[in-house]
């Protein structure tokens, strides 16, 4: 299943992937970006009524990611040369992967989809 930003209900259709588990393609051609993958993750929780102590996973995961985003961006951005940021590069990352990693597996259960990002192909979600 392909699921285009560009159409009228593309994130229905990702919530209803998601929900039955379906593999699924997404592709970004509306270049919507972060506030997009932030009102999908809403839903998701919304659709499978996390309770209070999930939503605080949900939270502490996606502040992971965006405090590794914010390593990695300040570490790139740094006049300093590279060799001397190897760390800041490598737990940044980290970061990013450990905190979307809870994410998903608070939002989808315990096995969470693979997830594949791909500039040409786009976003591939696929259940085992």
């Known amino acids: 299943m392909t699921v285009?930003?560009?159409a009228d209900n593309w994130q229905m259709d990702l919530l209803s992937a998601y929900a039955s588990r379906?593999?699924?393609r997404v592709e970004d051609d509306a270049r919507l970006?972060?506030?997009?993958?932030q009102a999908v993750v809403g839903r998701l929780g919304r659709n499978h009524a996390l309770t209070?102590?999930?939503w605080i996973a949900v939270a502490v995961g996606l502040a992971v990611g965006i405090a590794g985003a914010y390593l990695l961006v300040m570490a790139?951005?740094?006049?300093?040369?590279y060799n001397t940021l190897d760390f800041a590069l490598a737990t940044g990352a980290i970061l990013i992967a450990v905190g979307g990693f809870a994410t998903i597996r608070v939002l989808t259960g315990d096995k969470?989809?693979?997830?594949?990002v791909n500039a040409t192909?786009?976003?591939?979600?696929q259940f085992n």
């Open 4 to 6: 285009r930003t560009s």
């Open 22 to 24: 379906t593999s699924v």
């Open 33 to 37: 970006g972060a506030a997009a993958v």
């Open 52 to 54: 209070q102590r999930e």
């Open 76 to 81: 790139i951005l740094d006049p300093e040369p």
């Open 112 to 116: 969470p989809p693979n997830i594949k």
């Open 121 to 125: 192909s786009g976003i591939e979600i």
